[in-house]
């Protein structure tokens, strides 16, 4: 009997002994296969944070034409003519308008007022450089539309010239092509000439707002 009891015994320790190896193993062998999974989540983080921080760092360089758009920095008058009208449409509105530096020097905004035909007009505008896609950018807003306007340019003169292009969309004409090409004429004033495609497939004006900084 007493010999039974010990066999019994000694076959539940063995069982006992058994699943302690095999829990011991498993656990071994689930910490080896997470150890590089950890690592690999480790090794990624890791990089997500070098880029990130290589981002930044580029990111705070700001390259020369963003220091070419900053001379838009300033208090200006205005007079925008439109081009190709006549009788009361030709009369040129006139109007202020103020850039200043946001973000770091990243970006140029504008605000400007001005009286259309007798009505008070105000537009706001954003002006960039992407050193990633290497275009000029803007963003067009005026309280006479509830859209805006993203357009993309080119200058192939450091700055003094620059060629957007994007479009706007016309009731009844759906999207039309718009273009606007800023040009510095002086040291203190500079032109911005709207434009869309005419019949002949060219760009047509219809609008030119002259900038001139006040003293």
Not at 119 to 138: C, F, H, S, W
Not at 163 to 179: M, N
Request: aromatic share 8%; net charge positive.
């Amino acid at each position: 009997m007493a010999e039974m009891r010990r066999r019994n015994f000694a076959g539940q320790a063995g069982i006992g002994a058994g699943l302690a190896i095999g829990l011991a193993i498993g656990l071994a062998l689930g910490n080896v296969g997470a150890r590089p999974a950890q690592a690999k989540r480790n090794t990624a983080n890791r990089a997500d944070g070098a880029a990130q921080a290589m981002g930044q760092n580029h990111a705070a360089k700001l390259s020369a034409p963003h220091e070419t758009l900053a001379k838009l920095e300033g208090h200006y008058g205005r007079v925008v003519k439109f081009v190709g009208q006549t009788g009361a449409t030709a009369k040129p509105s006139t109007g202020t308008s103020t850039f200043s530096a946001v973000l770091g020097g990243r970006f140029i905004l504008e605000r400007s007022k001005d009286v259309v035909f007798g009505r008070p007009v105000e537009g706001l505008r954003i002006y960039g450089y992407n050193d990633a896609t290497k275009q000029y950018e803007m963003a067009r807003m005026y309280t006479m539309s509830t859209g805006i306007t993203m357009m993309k340019g080119t200058s192939g003169d450091d700055g003094e010239t620059i060629e957007y292009a994007g479009e706007t969309y016309s009731t009844g004409a759906g999207d039309v092509p718009l273009y606007a090409r800023l040009h510095w004429d002086s040291e203190n004033q500079f032109t911005v000439t709207m434009s869309t495609t005419g019949k002949d497939g060219k760009q047509m004006p219809f609008q030119e707002t002259i900038y001139t900084r006040e003293k």
